[in-house]
C-alpha cells in the first residue's frame, strides 16, 4: 500500500473537510470584511452625495453580480439599476454605455418580472432620465409615460413614488 487508507469512511471525512473549507472560503467572500462591494454602500455613497465613489462602487457590485448570479440574472438588472442611478448623479448619463447599460436593466427586468411591475417602472424611469440627459427628448417619453402609468396604476395617483 501507499500509506493512504482505501476506506470508505476516511474518503468521506476528507470530502466533508473539502466541503467545510469551501463554505468557509464563500461565507469569507460575502463577509463586509472582505472588500466585496455591496449595494448598501452604493446607496450610503450616493445619500453622502459622493458620486463618483457612488458609480464606481455601482460598477464594481454589477461586475461581482454578473459573475456570481450571471450576466442575464435579475440580480444583474438589480445591480445595472443602481449603477445607471449613480451614473445620473455623477453626471455621467450621457455616455453612450450608460444607455446600453439603462436599456439592458429594462430587458432583464421585463424578462423575470413582466411588463408591468413596480420594479420594471424603476427600470423604465431610469432609461427616460439617460435619453433626457442624452437630449434625446422624444424618445425619453415613452419610457417615463409607461413608468408613471405602472407606478400610478400600482400605487395610487397620490403615492409619493408616483411624484418622482
Not at 65 to 75: T, Y
Amino acid at each position: 500500500m501507499n500509506g493512504r487508507s482505501h476506506h470508505p469512511q476516511s474518503r468521506s471525512k476528507t470530502s466533508v473537510r473539502i466541503l467545510a473549507l469551501a463554505l468557509a472560503a464563500i461565507v469569507a467572500c460575502q463577509s463586509p470584511k472582505s472588500g466585496v462591494v455591496r449595494p448598501d454602500q452604493v446607496r450610503r455613497a450616493l445619500d453622502a452625495g459622493n458620486y463618483i465613489e457612488a458609480e464606481r462602487l455601482a460598477a464594481e457590485w454589477v461586475t461581482t453580480i454578473e459573475r456570481v448570479e450571471g450576466a442575464e440574472s435579475l440580480a444583474t438588472g438589480q445591480a445595472l439599476d443602481l449603477l445607471v442611478e449613480a451614473s445620473v448623479k455623477n453626471g455621467t448619463a450621457g455616455t453612450s454605455p450608460v444607455l446600453l447599460l439603462a436599456e439592458r436593466a429594462v430587458r432583464l427586468k421585463e424578462h423575470h418580472l413582466g411588463r408591468d411591475t413596480l420594479d420594471t417602472a424603476s427600470s423604465l424611469h431610469n432609461l427616460g432620465i439617460v435619453r433626457l440627459h442624452r437630449g434625446e427628448f422624444s424618445s425619453a417619453v415613452p419610457p417615463l409615460e409607461r413608468s408613471l402609468s405602472i407606478r400610478t396604476t400600482a400605487l395610487g395617483r397620490n403615492d409619493p413614488v408616483v411624484a418622482d
